[in-house]
C-alpha cells in the first residue's frame, strides 16, 4: 500500500470540512470530492439522503462520482481520486467501480463509523470494506484508509444519539 501524499491529506481535509458543513445544514455528515490527475476538484457532494425528501441512494460518494462521469471521459476518470470523509458504502464502492476512478482515499472507516451510529434506522450500515468490493471487479482500485480517522470522526460525534425524526 501506497503512503498518503500531502495533497491526499490536503484533499481529505477539504472532504471532511465539507463534511462538517453538511452536518450545520442539517444533512448527514458525509462529503465526497473527485480530484483529477493535477489535483483539480472535478467535483463535490455531500449527502442528500436523509428523510422524509431525501433519496436514500444518493450518498456523498454516489453524487461526487456521478457528477464526474458527466464532466469526463473513463479514460481520464481512471486518473481520478475519490476523497471521502467516510470508507464507501458497497453501494458507492460500485459507483466508484462503474465510472472507472481507479483510487479511493477516505477517513473514517465502516468499522469506526458503526461505532458512531449504532443501529441508527437512517444509517444501516454494511459490514462489508470497500476493498472487498473493488477485489471482485475487473479492474483494481487502489484504496488508501483509514486516514485522519480522528478528525472524520468529528462531525459525526453526538449526530447519531438523536432519535430519528419521525417520518
Not at 117 to 146: I, K, M, W, Y
Request: with cysteine.
Amino acid at each position: 500500500m501506497q503512503d498518503a501524499t500531502p495533497q491526499d491529506l490536503s484533499m481529505l481535509r477539504q472532504a471532511i470540512a465539507l463534511s462538517a458543513e453538511a452536518r450545520a445544514a442539517g444533512r448527514h455528515p458525509f462529503a465526497a470530492l473527485v480530484a483529477d490527475a493535477d489535483g483539480r476538484v472535478v467535483s463535490q457532494a455531500i449527502n442528500n439522503s436523509m428523510p422524509p425528501e431525501g433519496d436514500p441512494t444518493q450518498h456523498a460518494e454516489l453524487r461526487a462520482v456521478a457528477e464526474a462521469a458527466r464532466r469526463l471521459p473513463p479514460e481520464t476518470l481512471a486518473g481520478c481520486t475519490l476523497y471521502t470523509s467516510a470508507e464507501p458504502c458497497c453501494m458507492c464502492a460500485g459507483a466508484v467501480y462503474w465510472t472507472n476512478i481507479r483510487r479511493v482515499v477516505y477517513g473514517l472507516s465502516e468499522h469506526g463509523l458503526l461505532g458512531l451510529t449504532g443501529a441508527h434506522p437512517e444509517n444501516p450500515t454494511f459490514s462489508l470494506p470497500c476493498r472487498e468490493v473493488f477485489a471482485r471487479g475487473q479492474h483494481d482500485v487502489a484504496v488508501l484508509g483509514p486516514l485522519l480517522e480522528d478528525e472524520a470522526a468529528q462531525p459525526h460525534r453526538g449526530f447519531w444519539c438523536a432519535p430519528a425524526p419521525a417520518g
